[in-house]
């Protein structure tokens, strides 16, 4: 069966400091993987997708970055952190050729303090 | 560009009685798809219904459903017999069917659905 993770499930950093959050698919091959930012009061925000390995579309400039060194592998990172990357940040993935229904992963919550 | 609103922050419901989120958008394209997801306490984010614009007969998954009303731009989910399990918060969601292989989701602001014994 196909599935999604996402680690850590809480993370609380300084500003400045470094992250990665990575994200895994299993039981798919090639999928297109996003990564989505719930800010408090806000709808989920559209940062990354990626349809292939070294593949990267950024949705919105800012302090973050996204790599995919792996078919099945999505990470999210920062060199510097800002208090404004604070949120709850979500991967998810799609069949290829699936035309809807994202399969999301349980999620990070980032404080920056 | 798309937006997806959602005027009700909040709702409450009574357990086994019938609520009904609201959910409008705009966009200038004919074909598109429409989803509701519900997002539980535990975070994790789980797809309750979809709509094709192209089908003119709404979509029904169990005890959810949904009024779609294409000109009016409107999306909305009835949850009937509501259970204690429904409290979560639902986001509206809006996918053009032109993405160009990208199939971006747009979201509304989601509503906290609260399910009181």
């Known amino acids: 069966s196909q599935t999604i993770h996402q680690w850590p499930a809480t993370l609380v950093q300084p500003v400045g400091s470094p992250l990665s959050l990575e994200c895994t698919v299993e039981?798919?091959?090639?999928?297109?993987l996003y990564w989505y930012r719930q800010a408090a009061g806000r709808g989920l925000q559209l940062l990354f997708y990626?349809?292939?390995?070294?593949?990267i579309s950024s949705e919105v400039p800012q302090n973050l970055s996204a790599s995919r060194p792996q078919d099945r592998q999505f990470i999210l990172s920062s060199k510097k952190l800002l208090l404004s990357d604070s949120g709850f940040y979500l991967c998810?993935?799609?069949?290829?050729?699936?035309?809807?229904?994202?399969?999301f992963g349980s999620g990070t919550r980032l404080t920056v303090v | 560009a798309q937006t997806v609103t959602q005027s009700q922050p909040e709702m409450s419901v009574q357990e086994a009685e019938t609520v009904t989120l609201s959910c409008t958008y705009d966009?200038?394209?004919?074909?598109?798809?429409l989803f509701w997801y519900k997002q539980p306490p535990s975070r994790q984010m789980i797809l309750v219904i979809r709509?094709?614009?192209?089908?003119?007969q709404n979509a029904t998954e169990n005890r959810f459903s949904v009024n779609f009303q294409k000109a009016a731009k409107s999306f909305s989910l009835k949850i009937s017999d509501s259970q204690l399990g429904d409290a979560a918060m639902y986001f509206c969601?809006?996918?053009?069917?032109?993405?160009?292989?990208?199939?971006?989701?747009?979201f509304g602001t989601g509503t906290r659905l609260k399910v009181l014994a």
């Open positions: 998810a993935w799609r069949p290829p050729g699936q035309p809807y229904g994202y399969t």
């Open positions: 039981g798919t091959s090639n999928p297109n």
């Open positions: 990626s349809v292939g390995i070294g593949q």
């Open positions: 966009t200038s394209e004919s074909d598109y798809y």
């Open positions: 709509q094709e614009a192209y089908k003119q």
């Open positions: 969601a809006y996918r053009s069917a032109f993405a160009s292989g990208t199939y971006k989701y747009i």
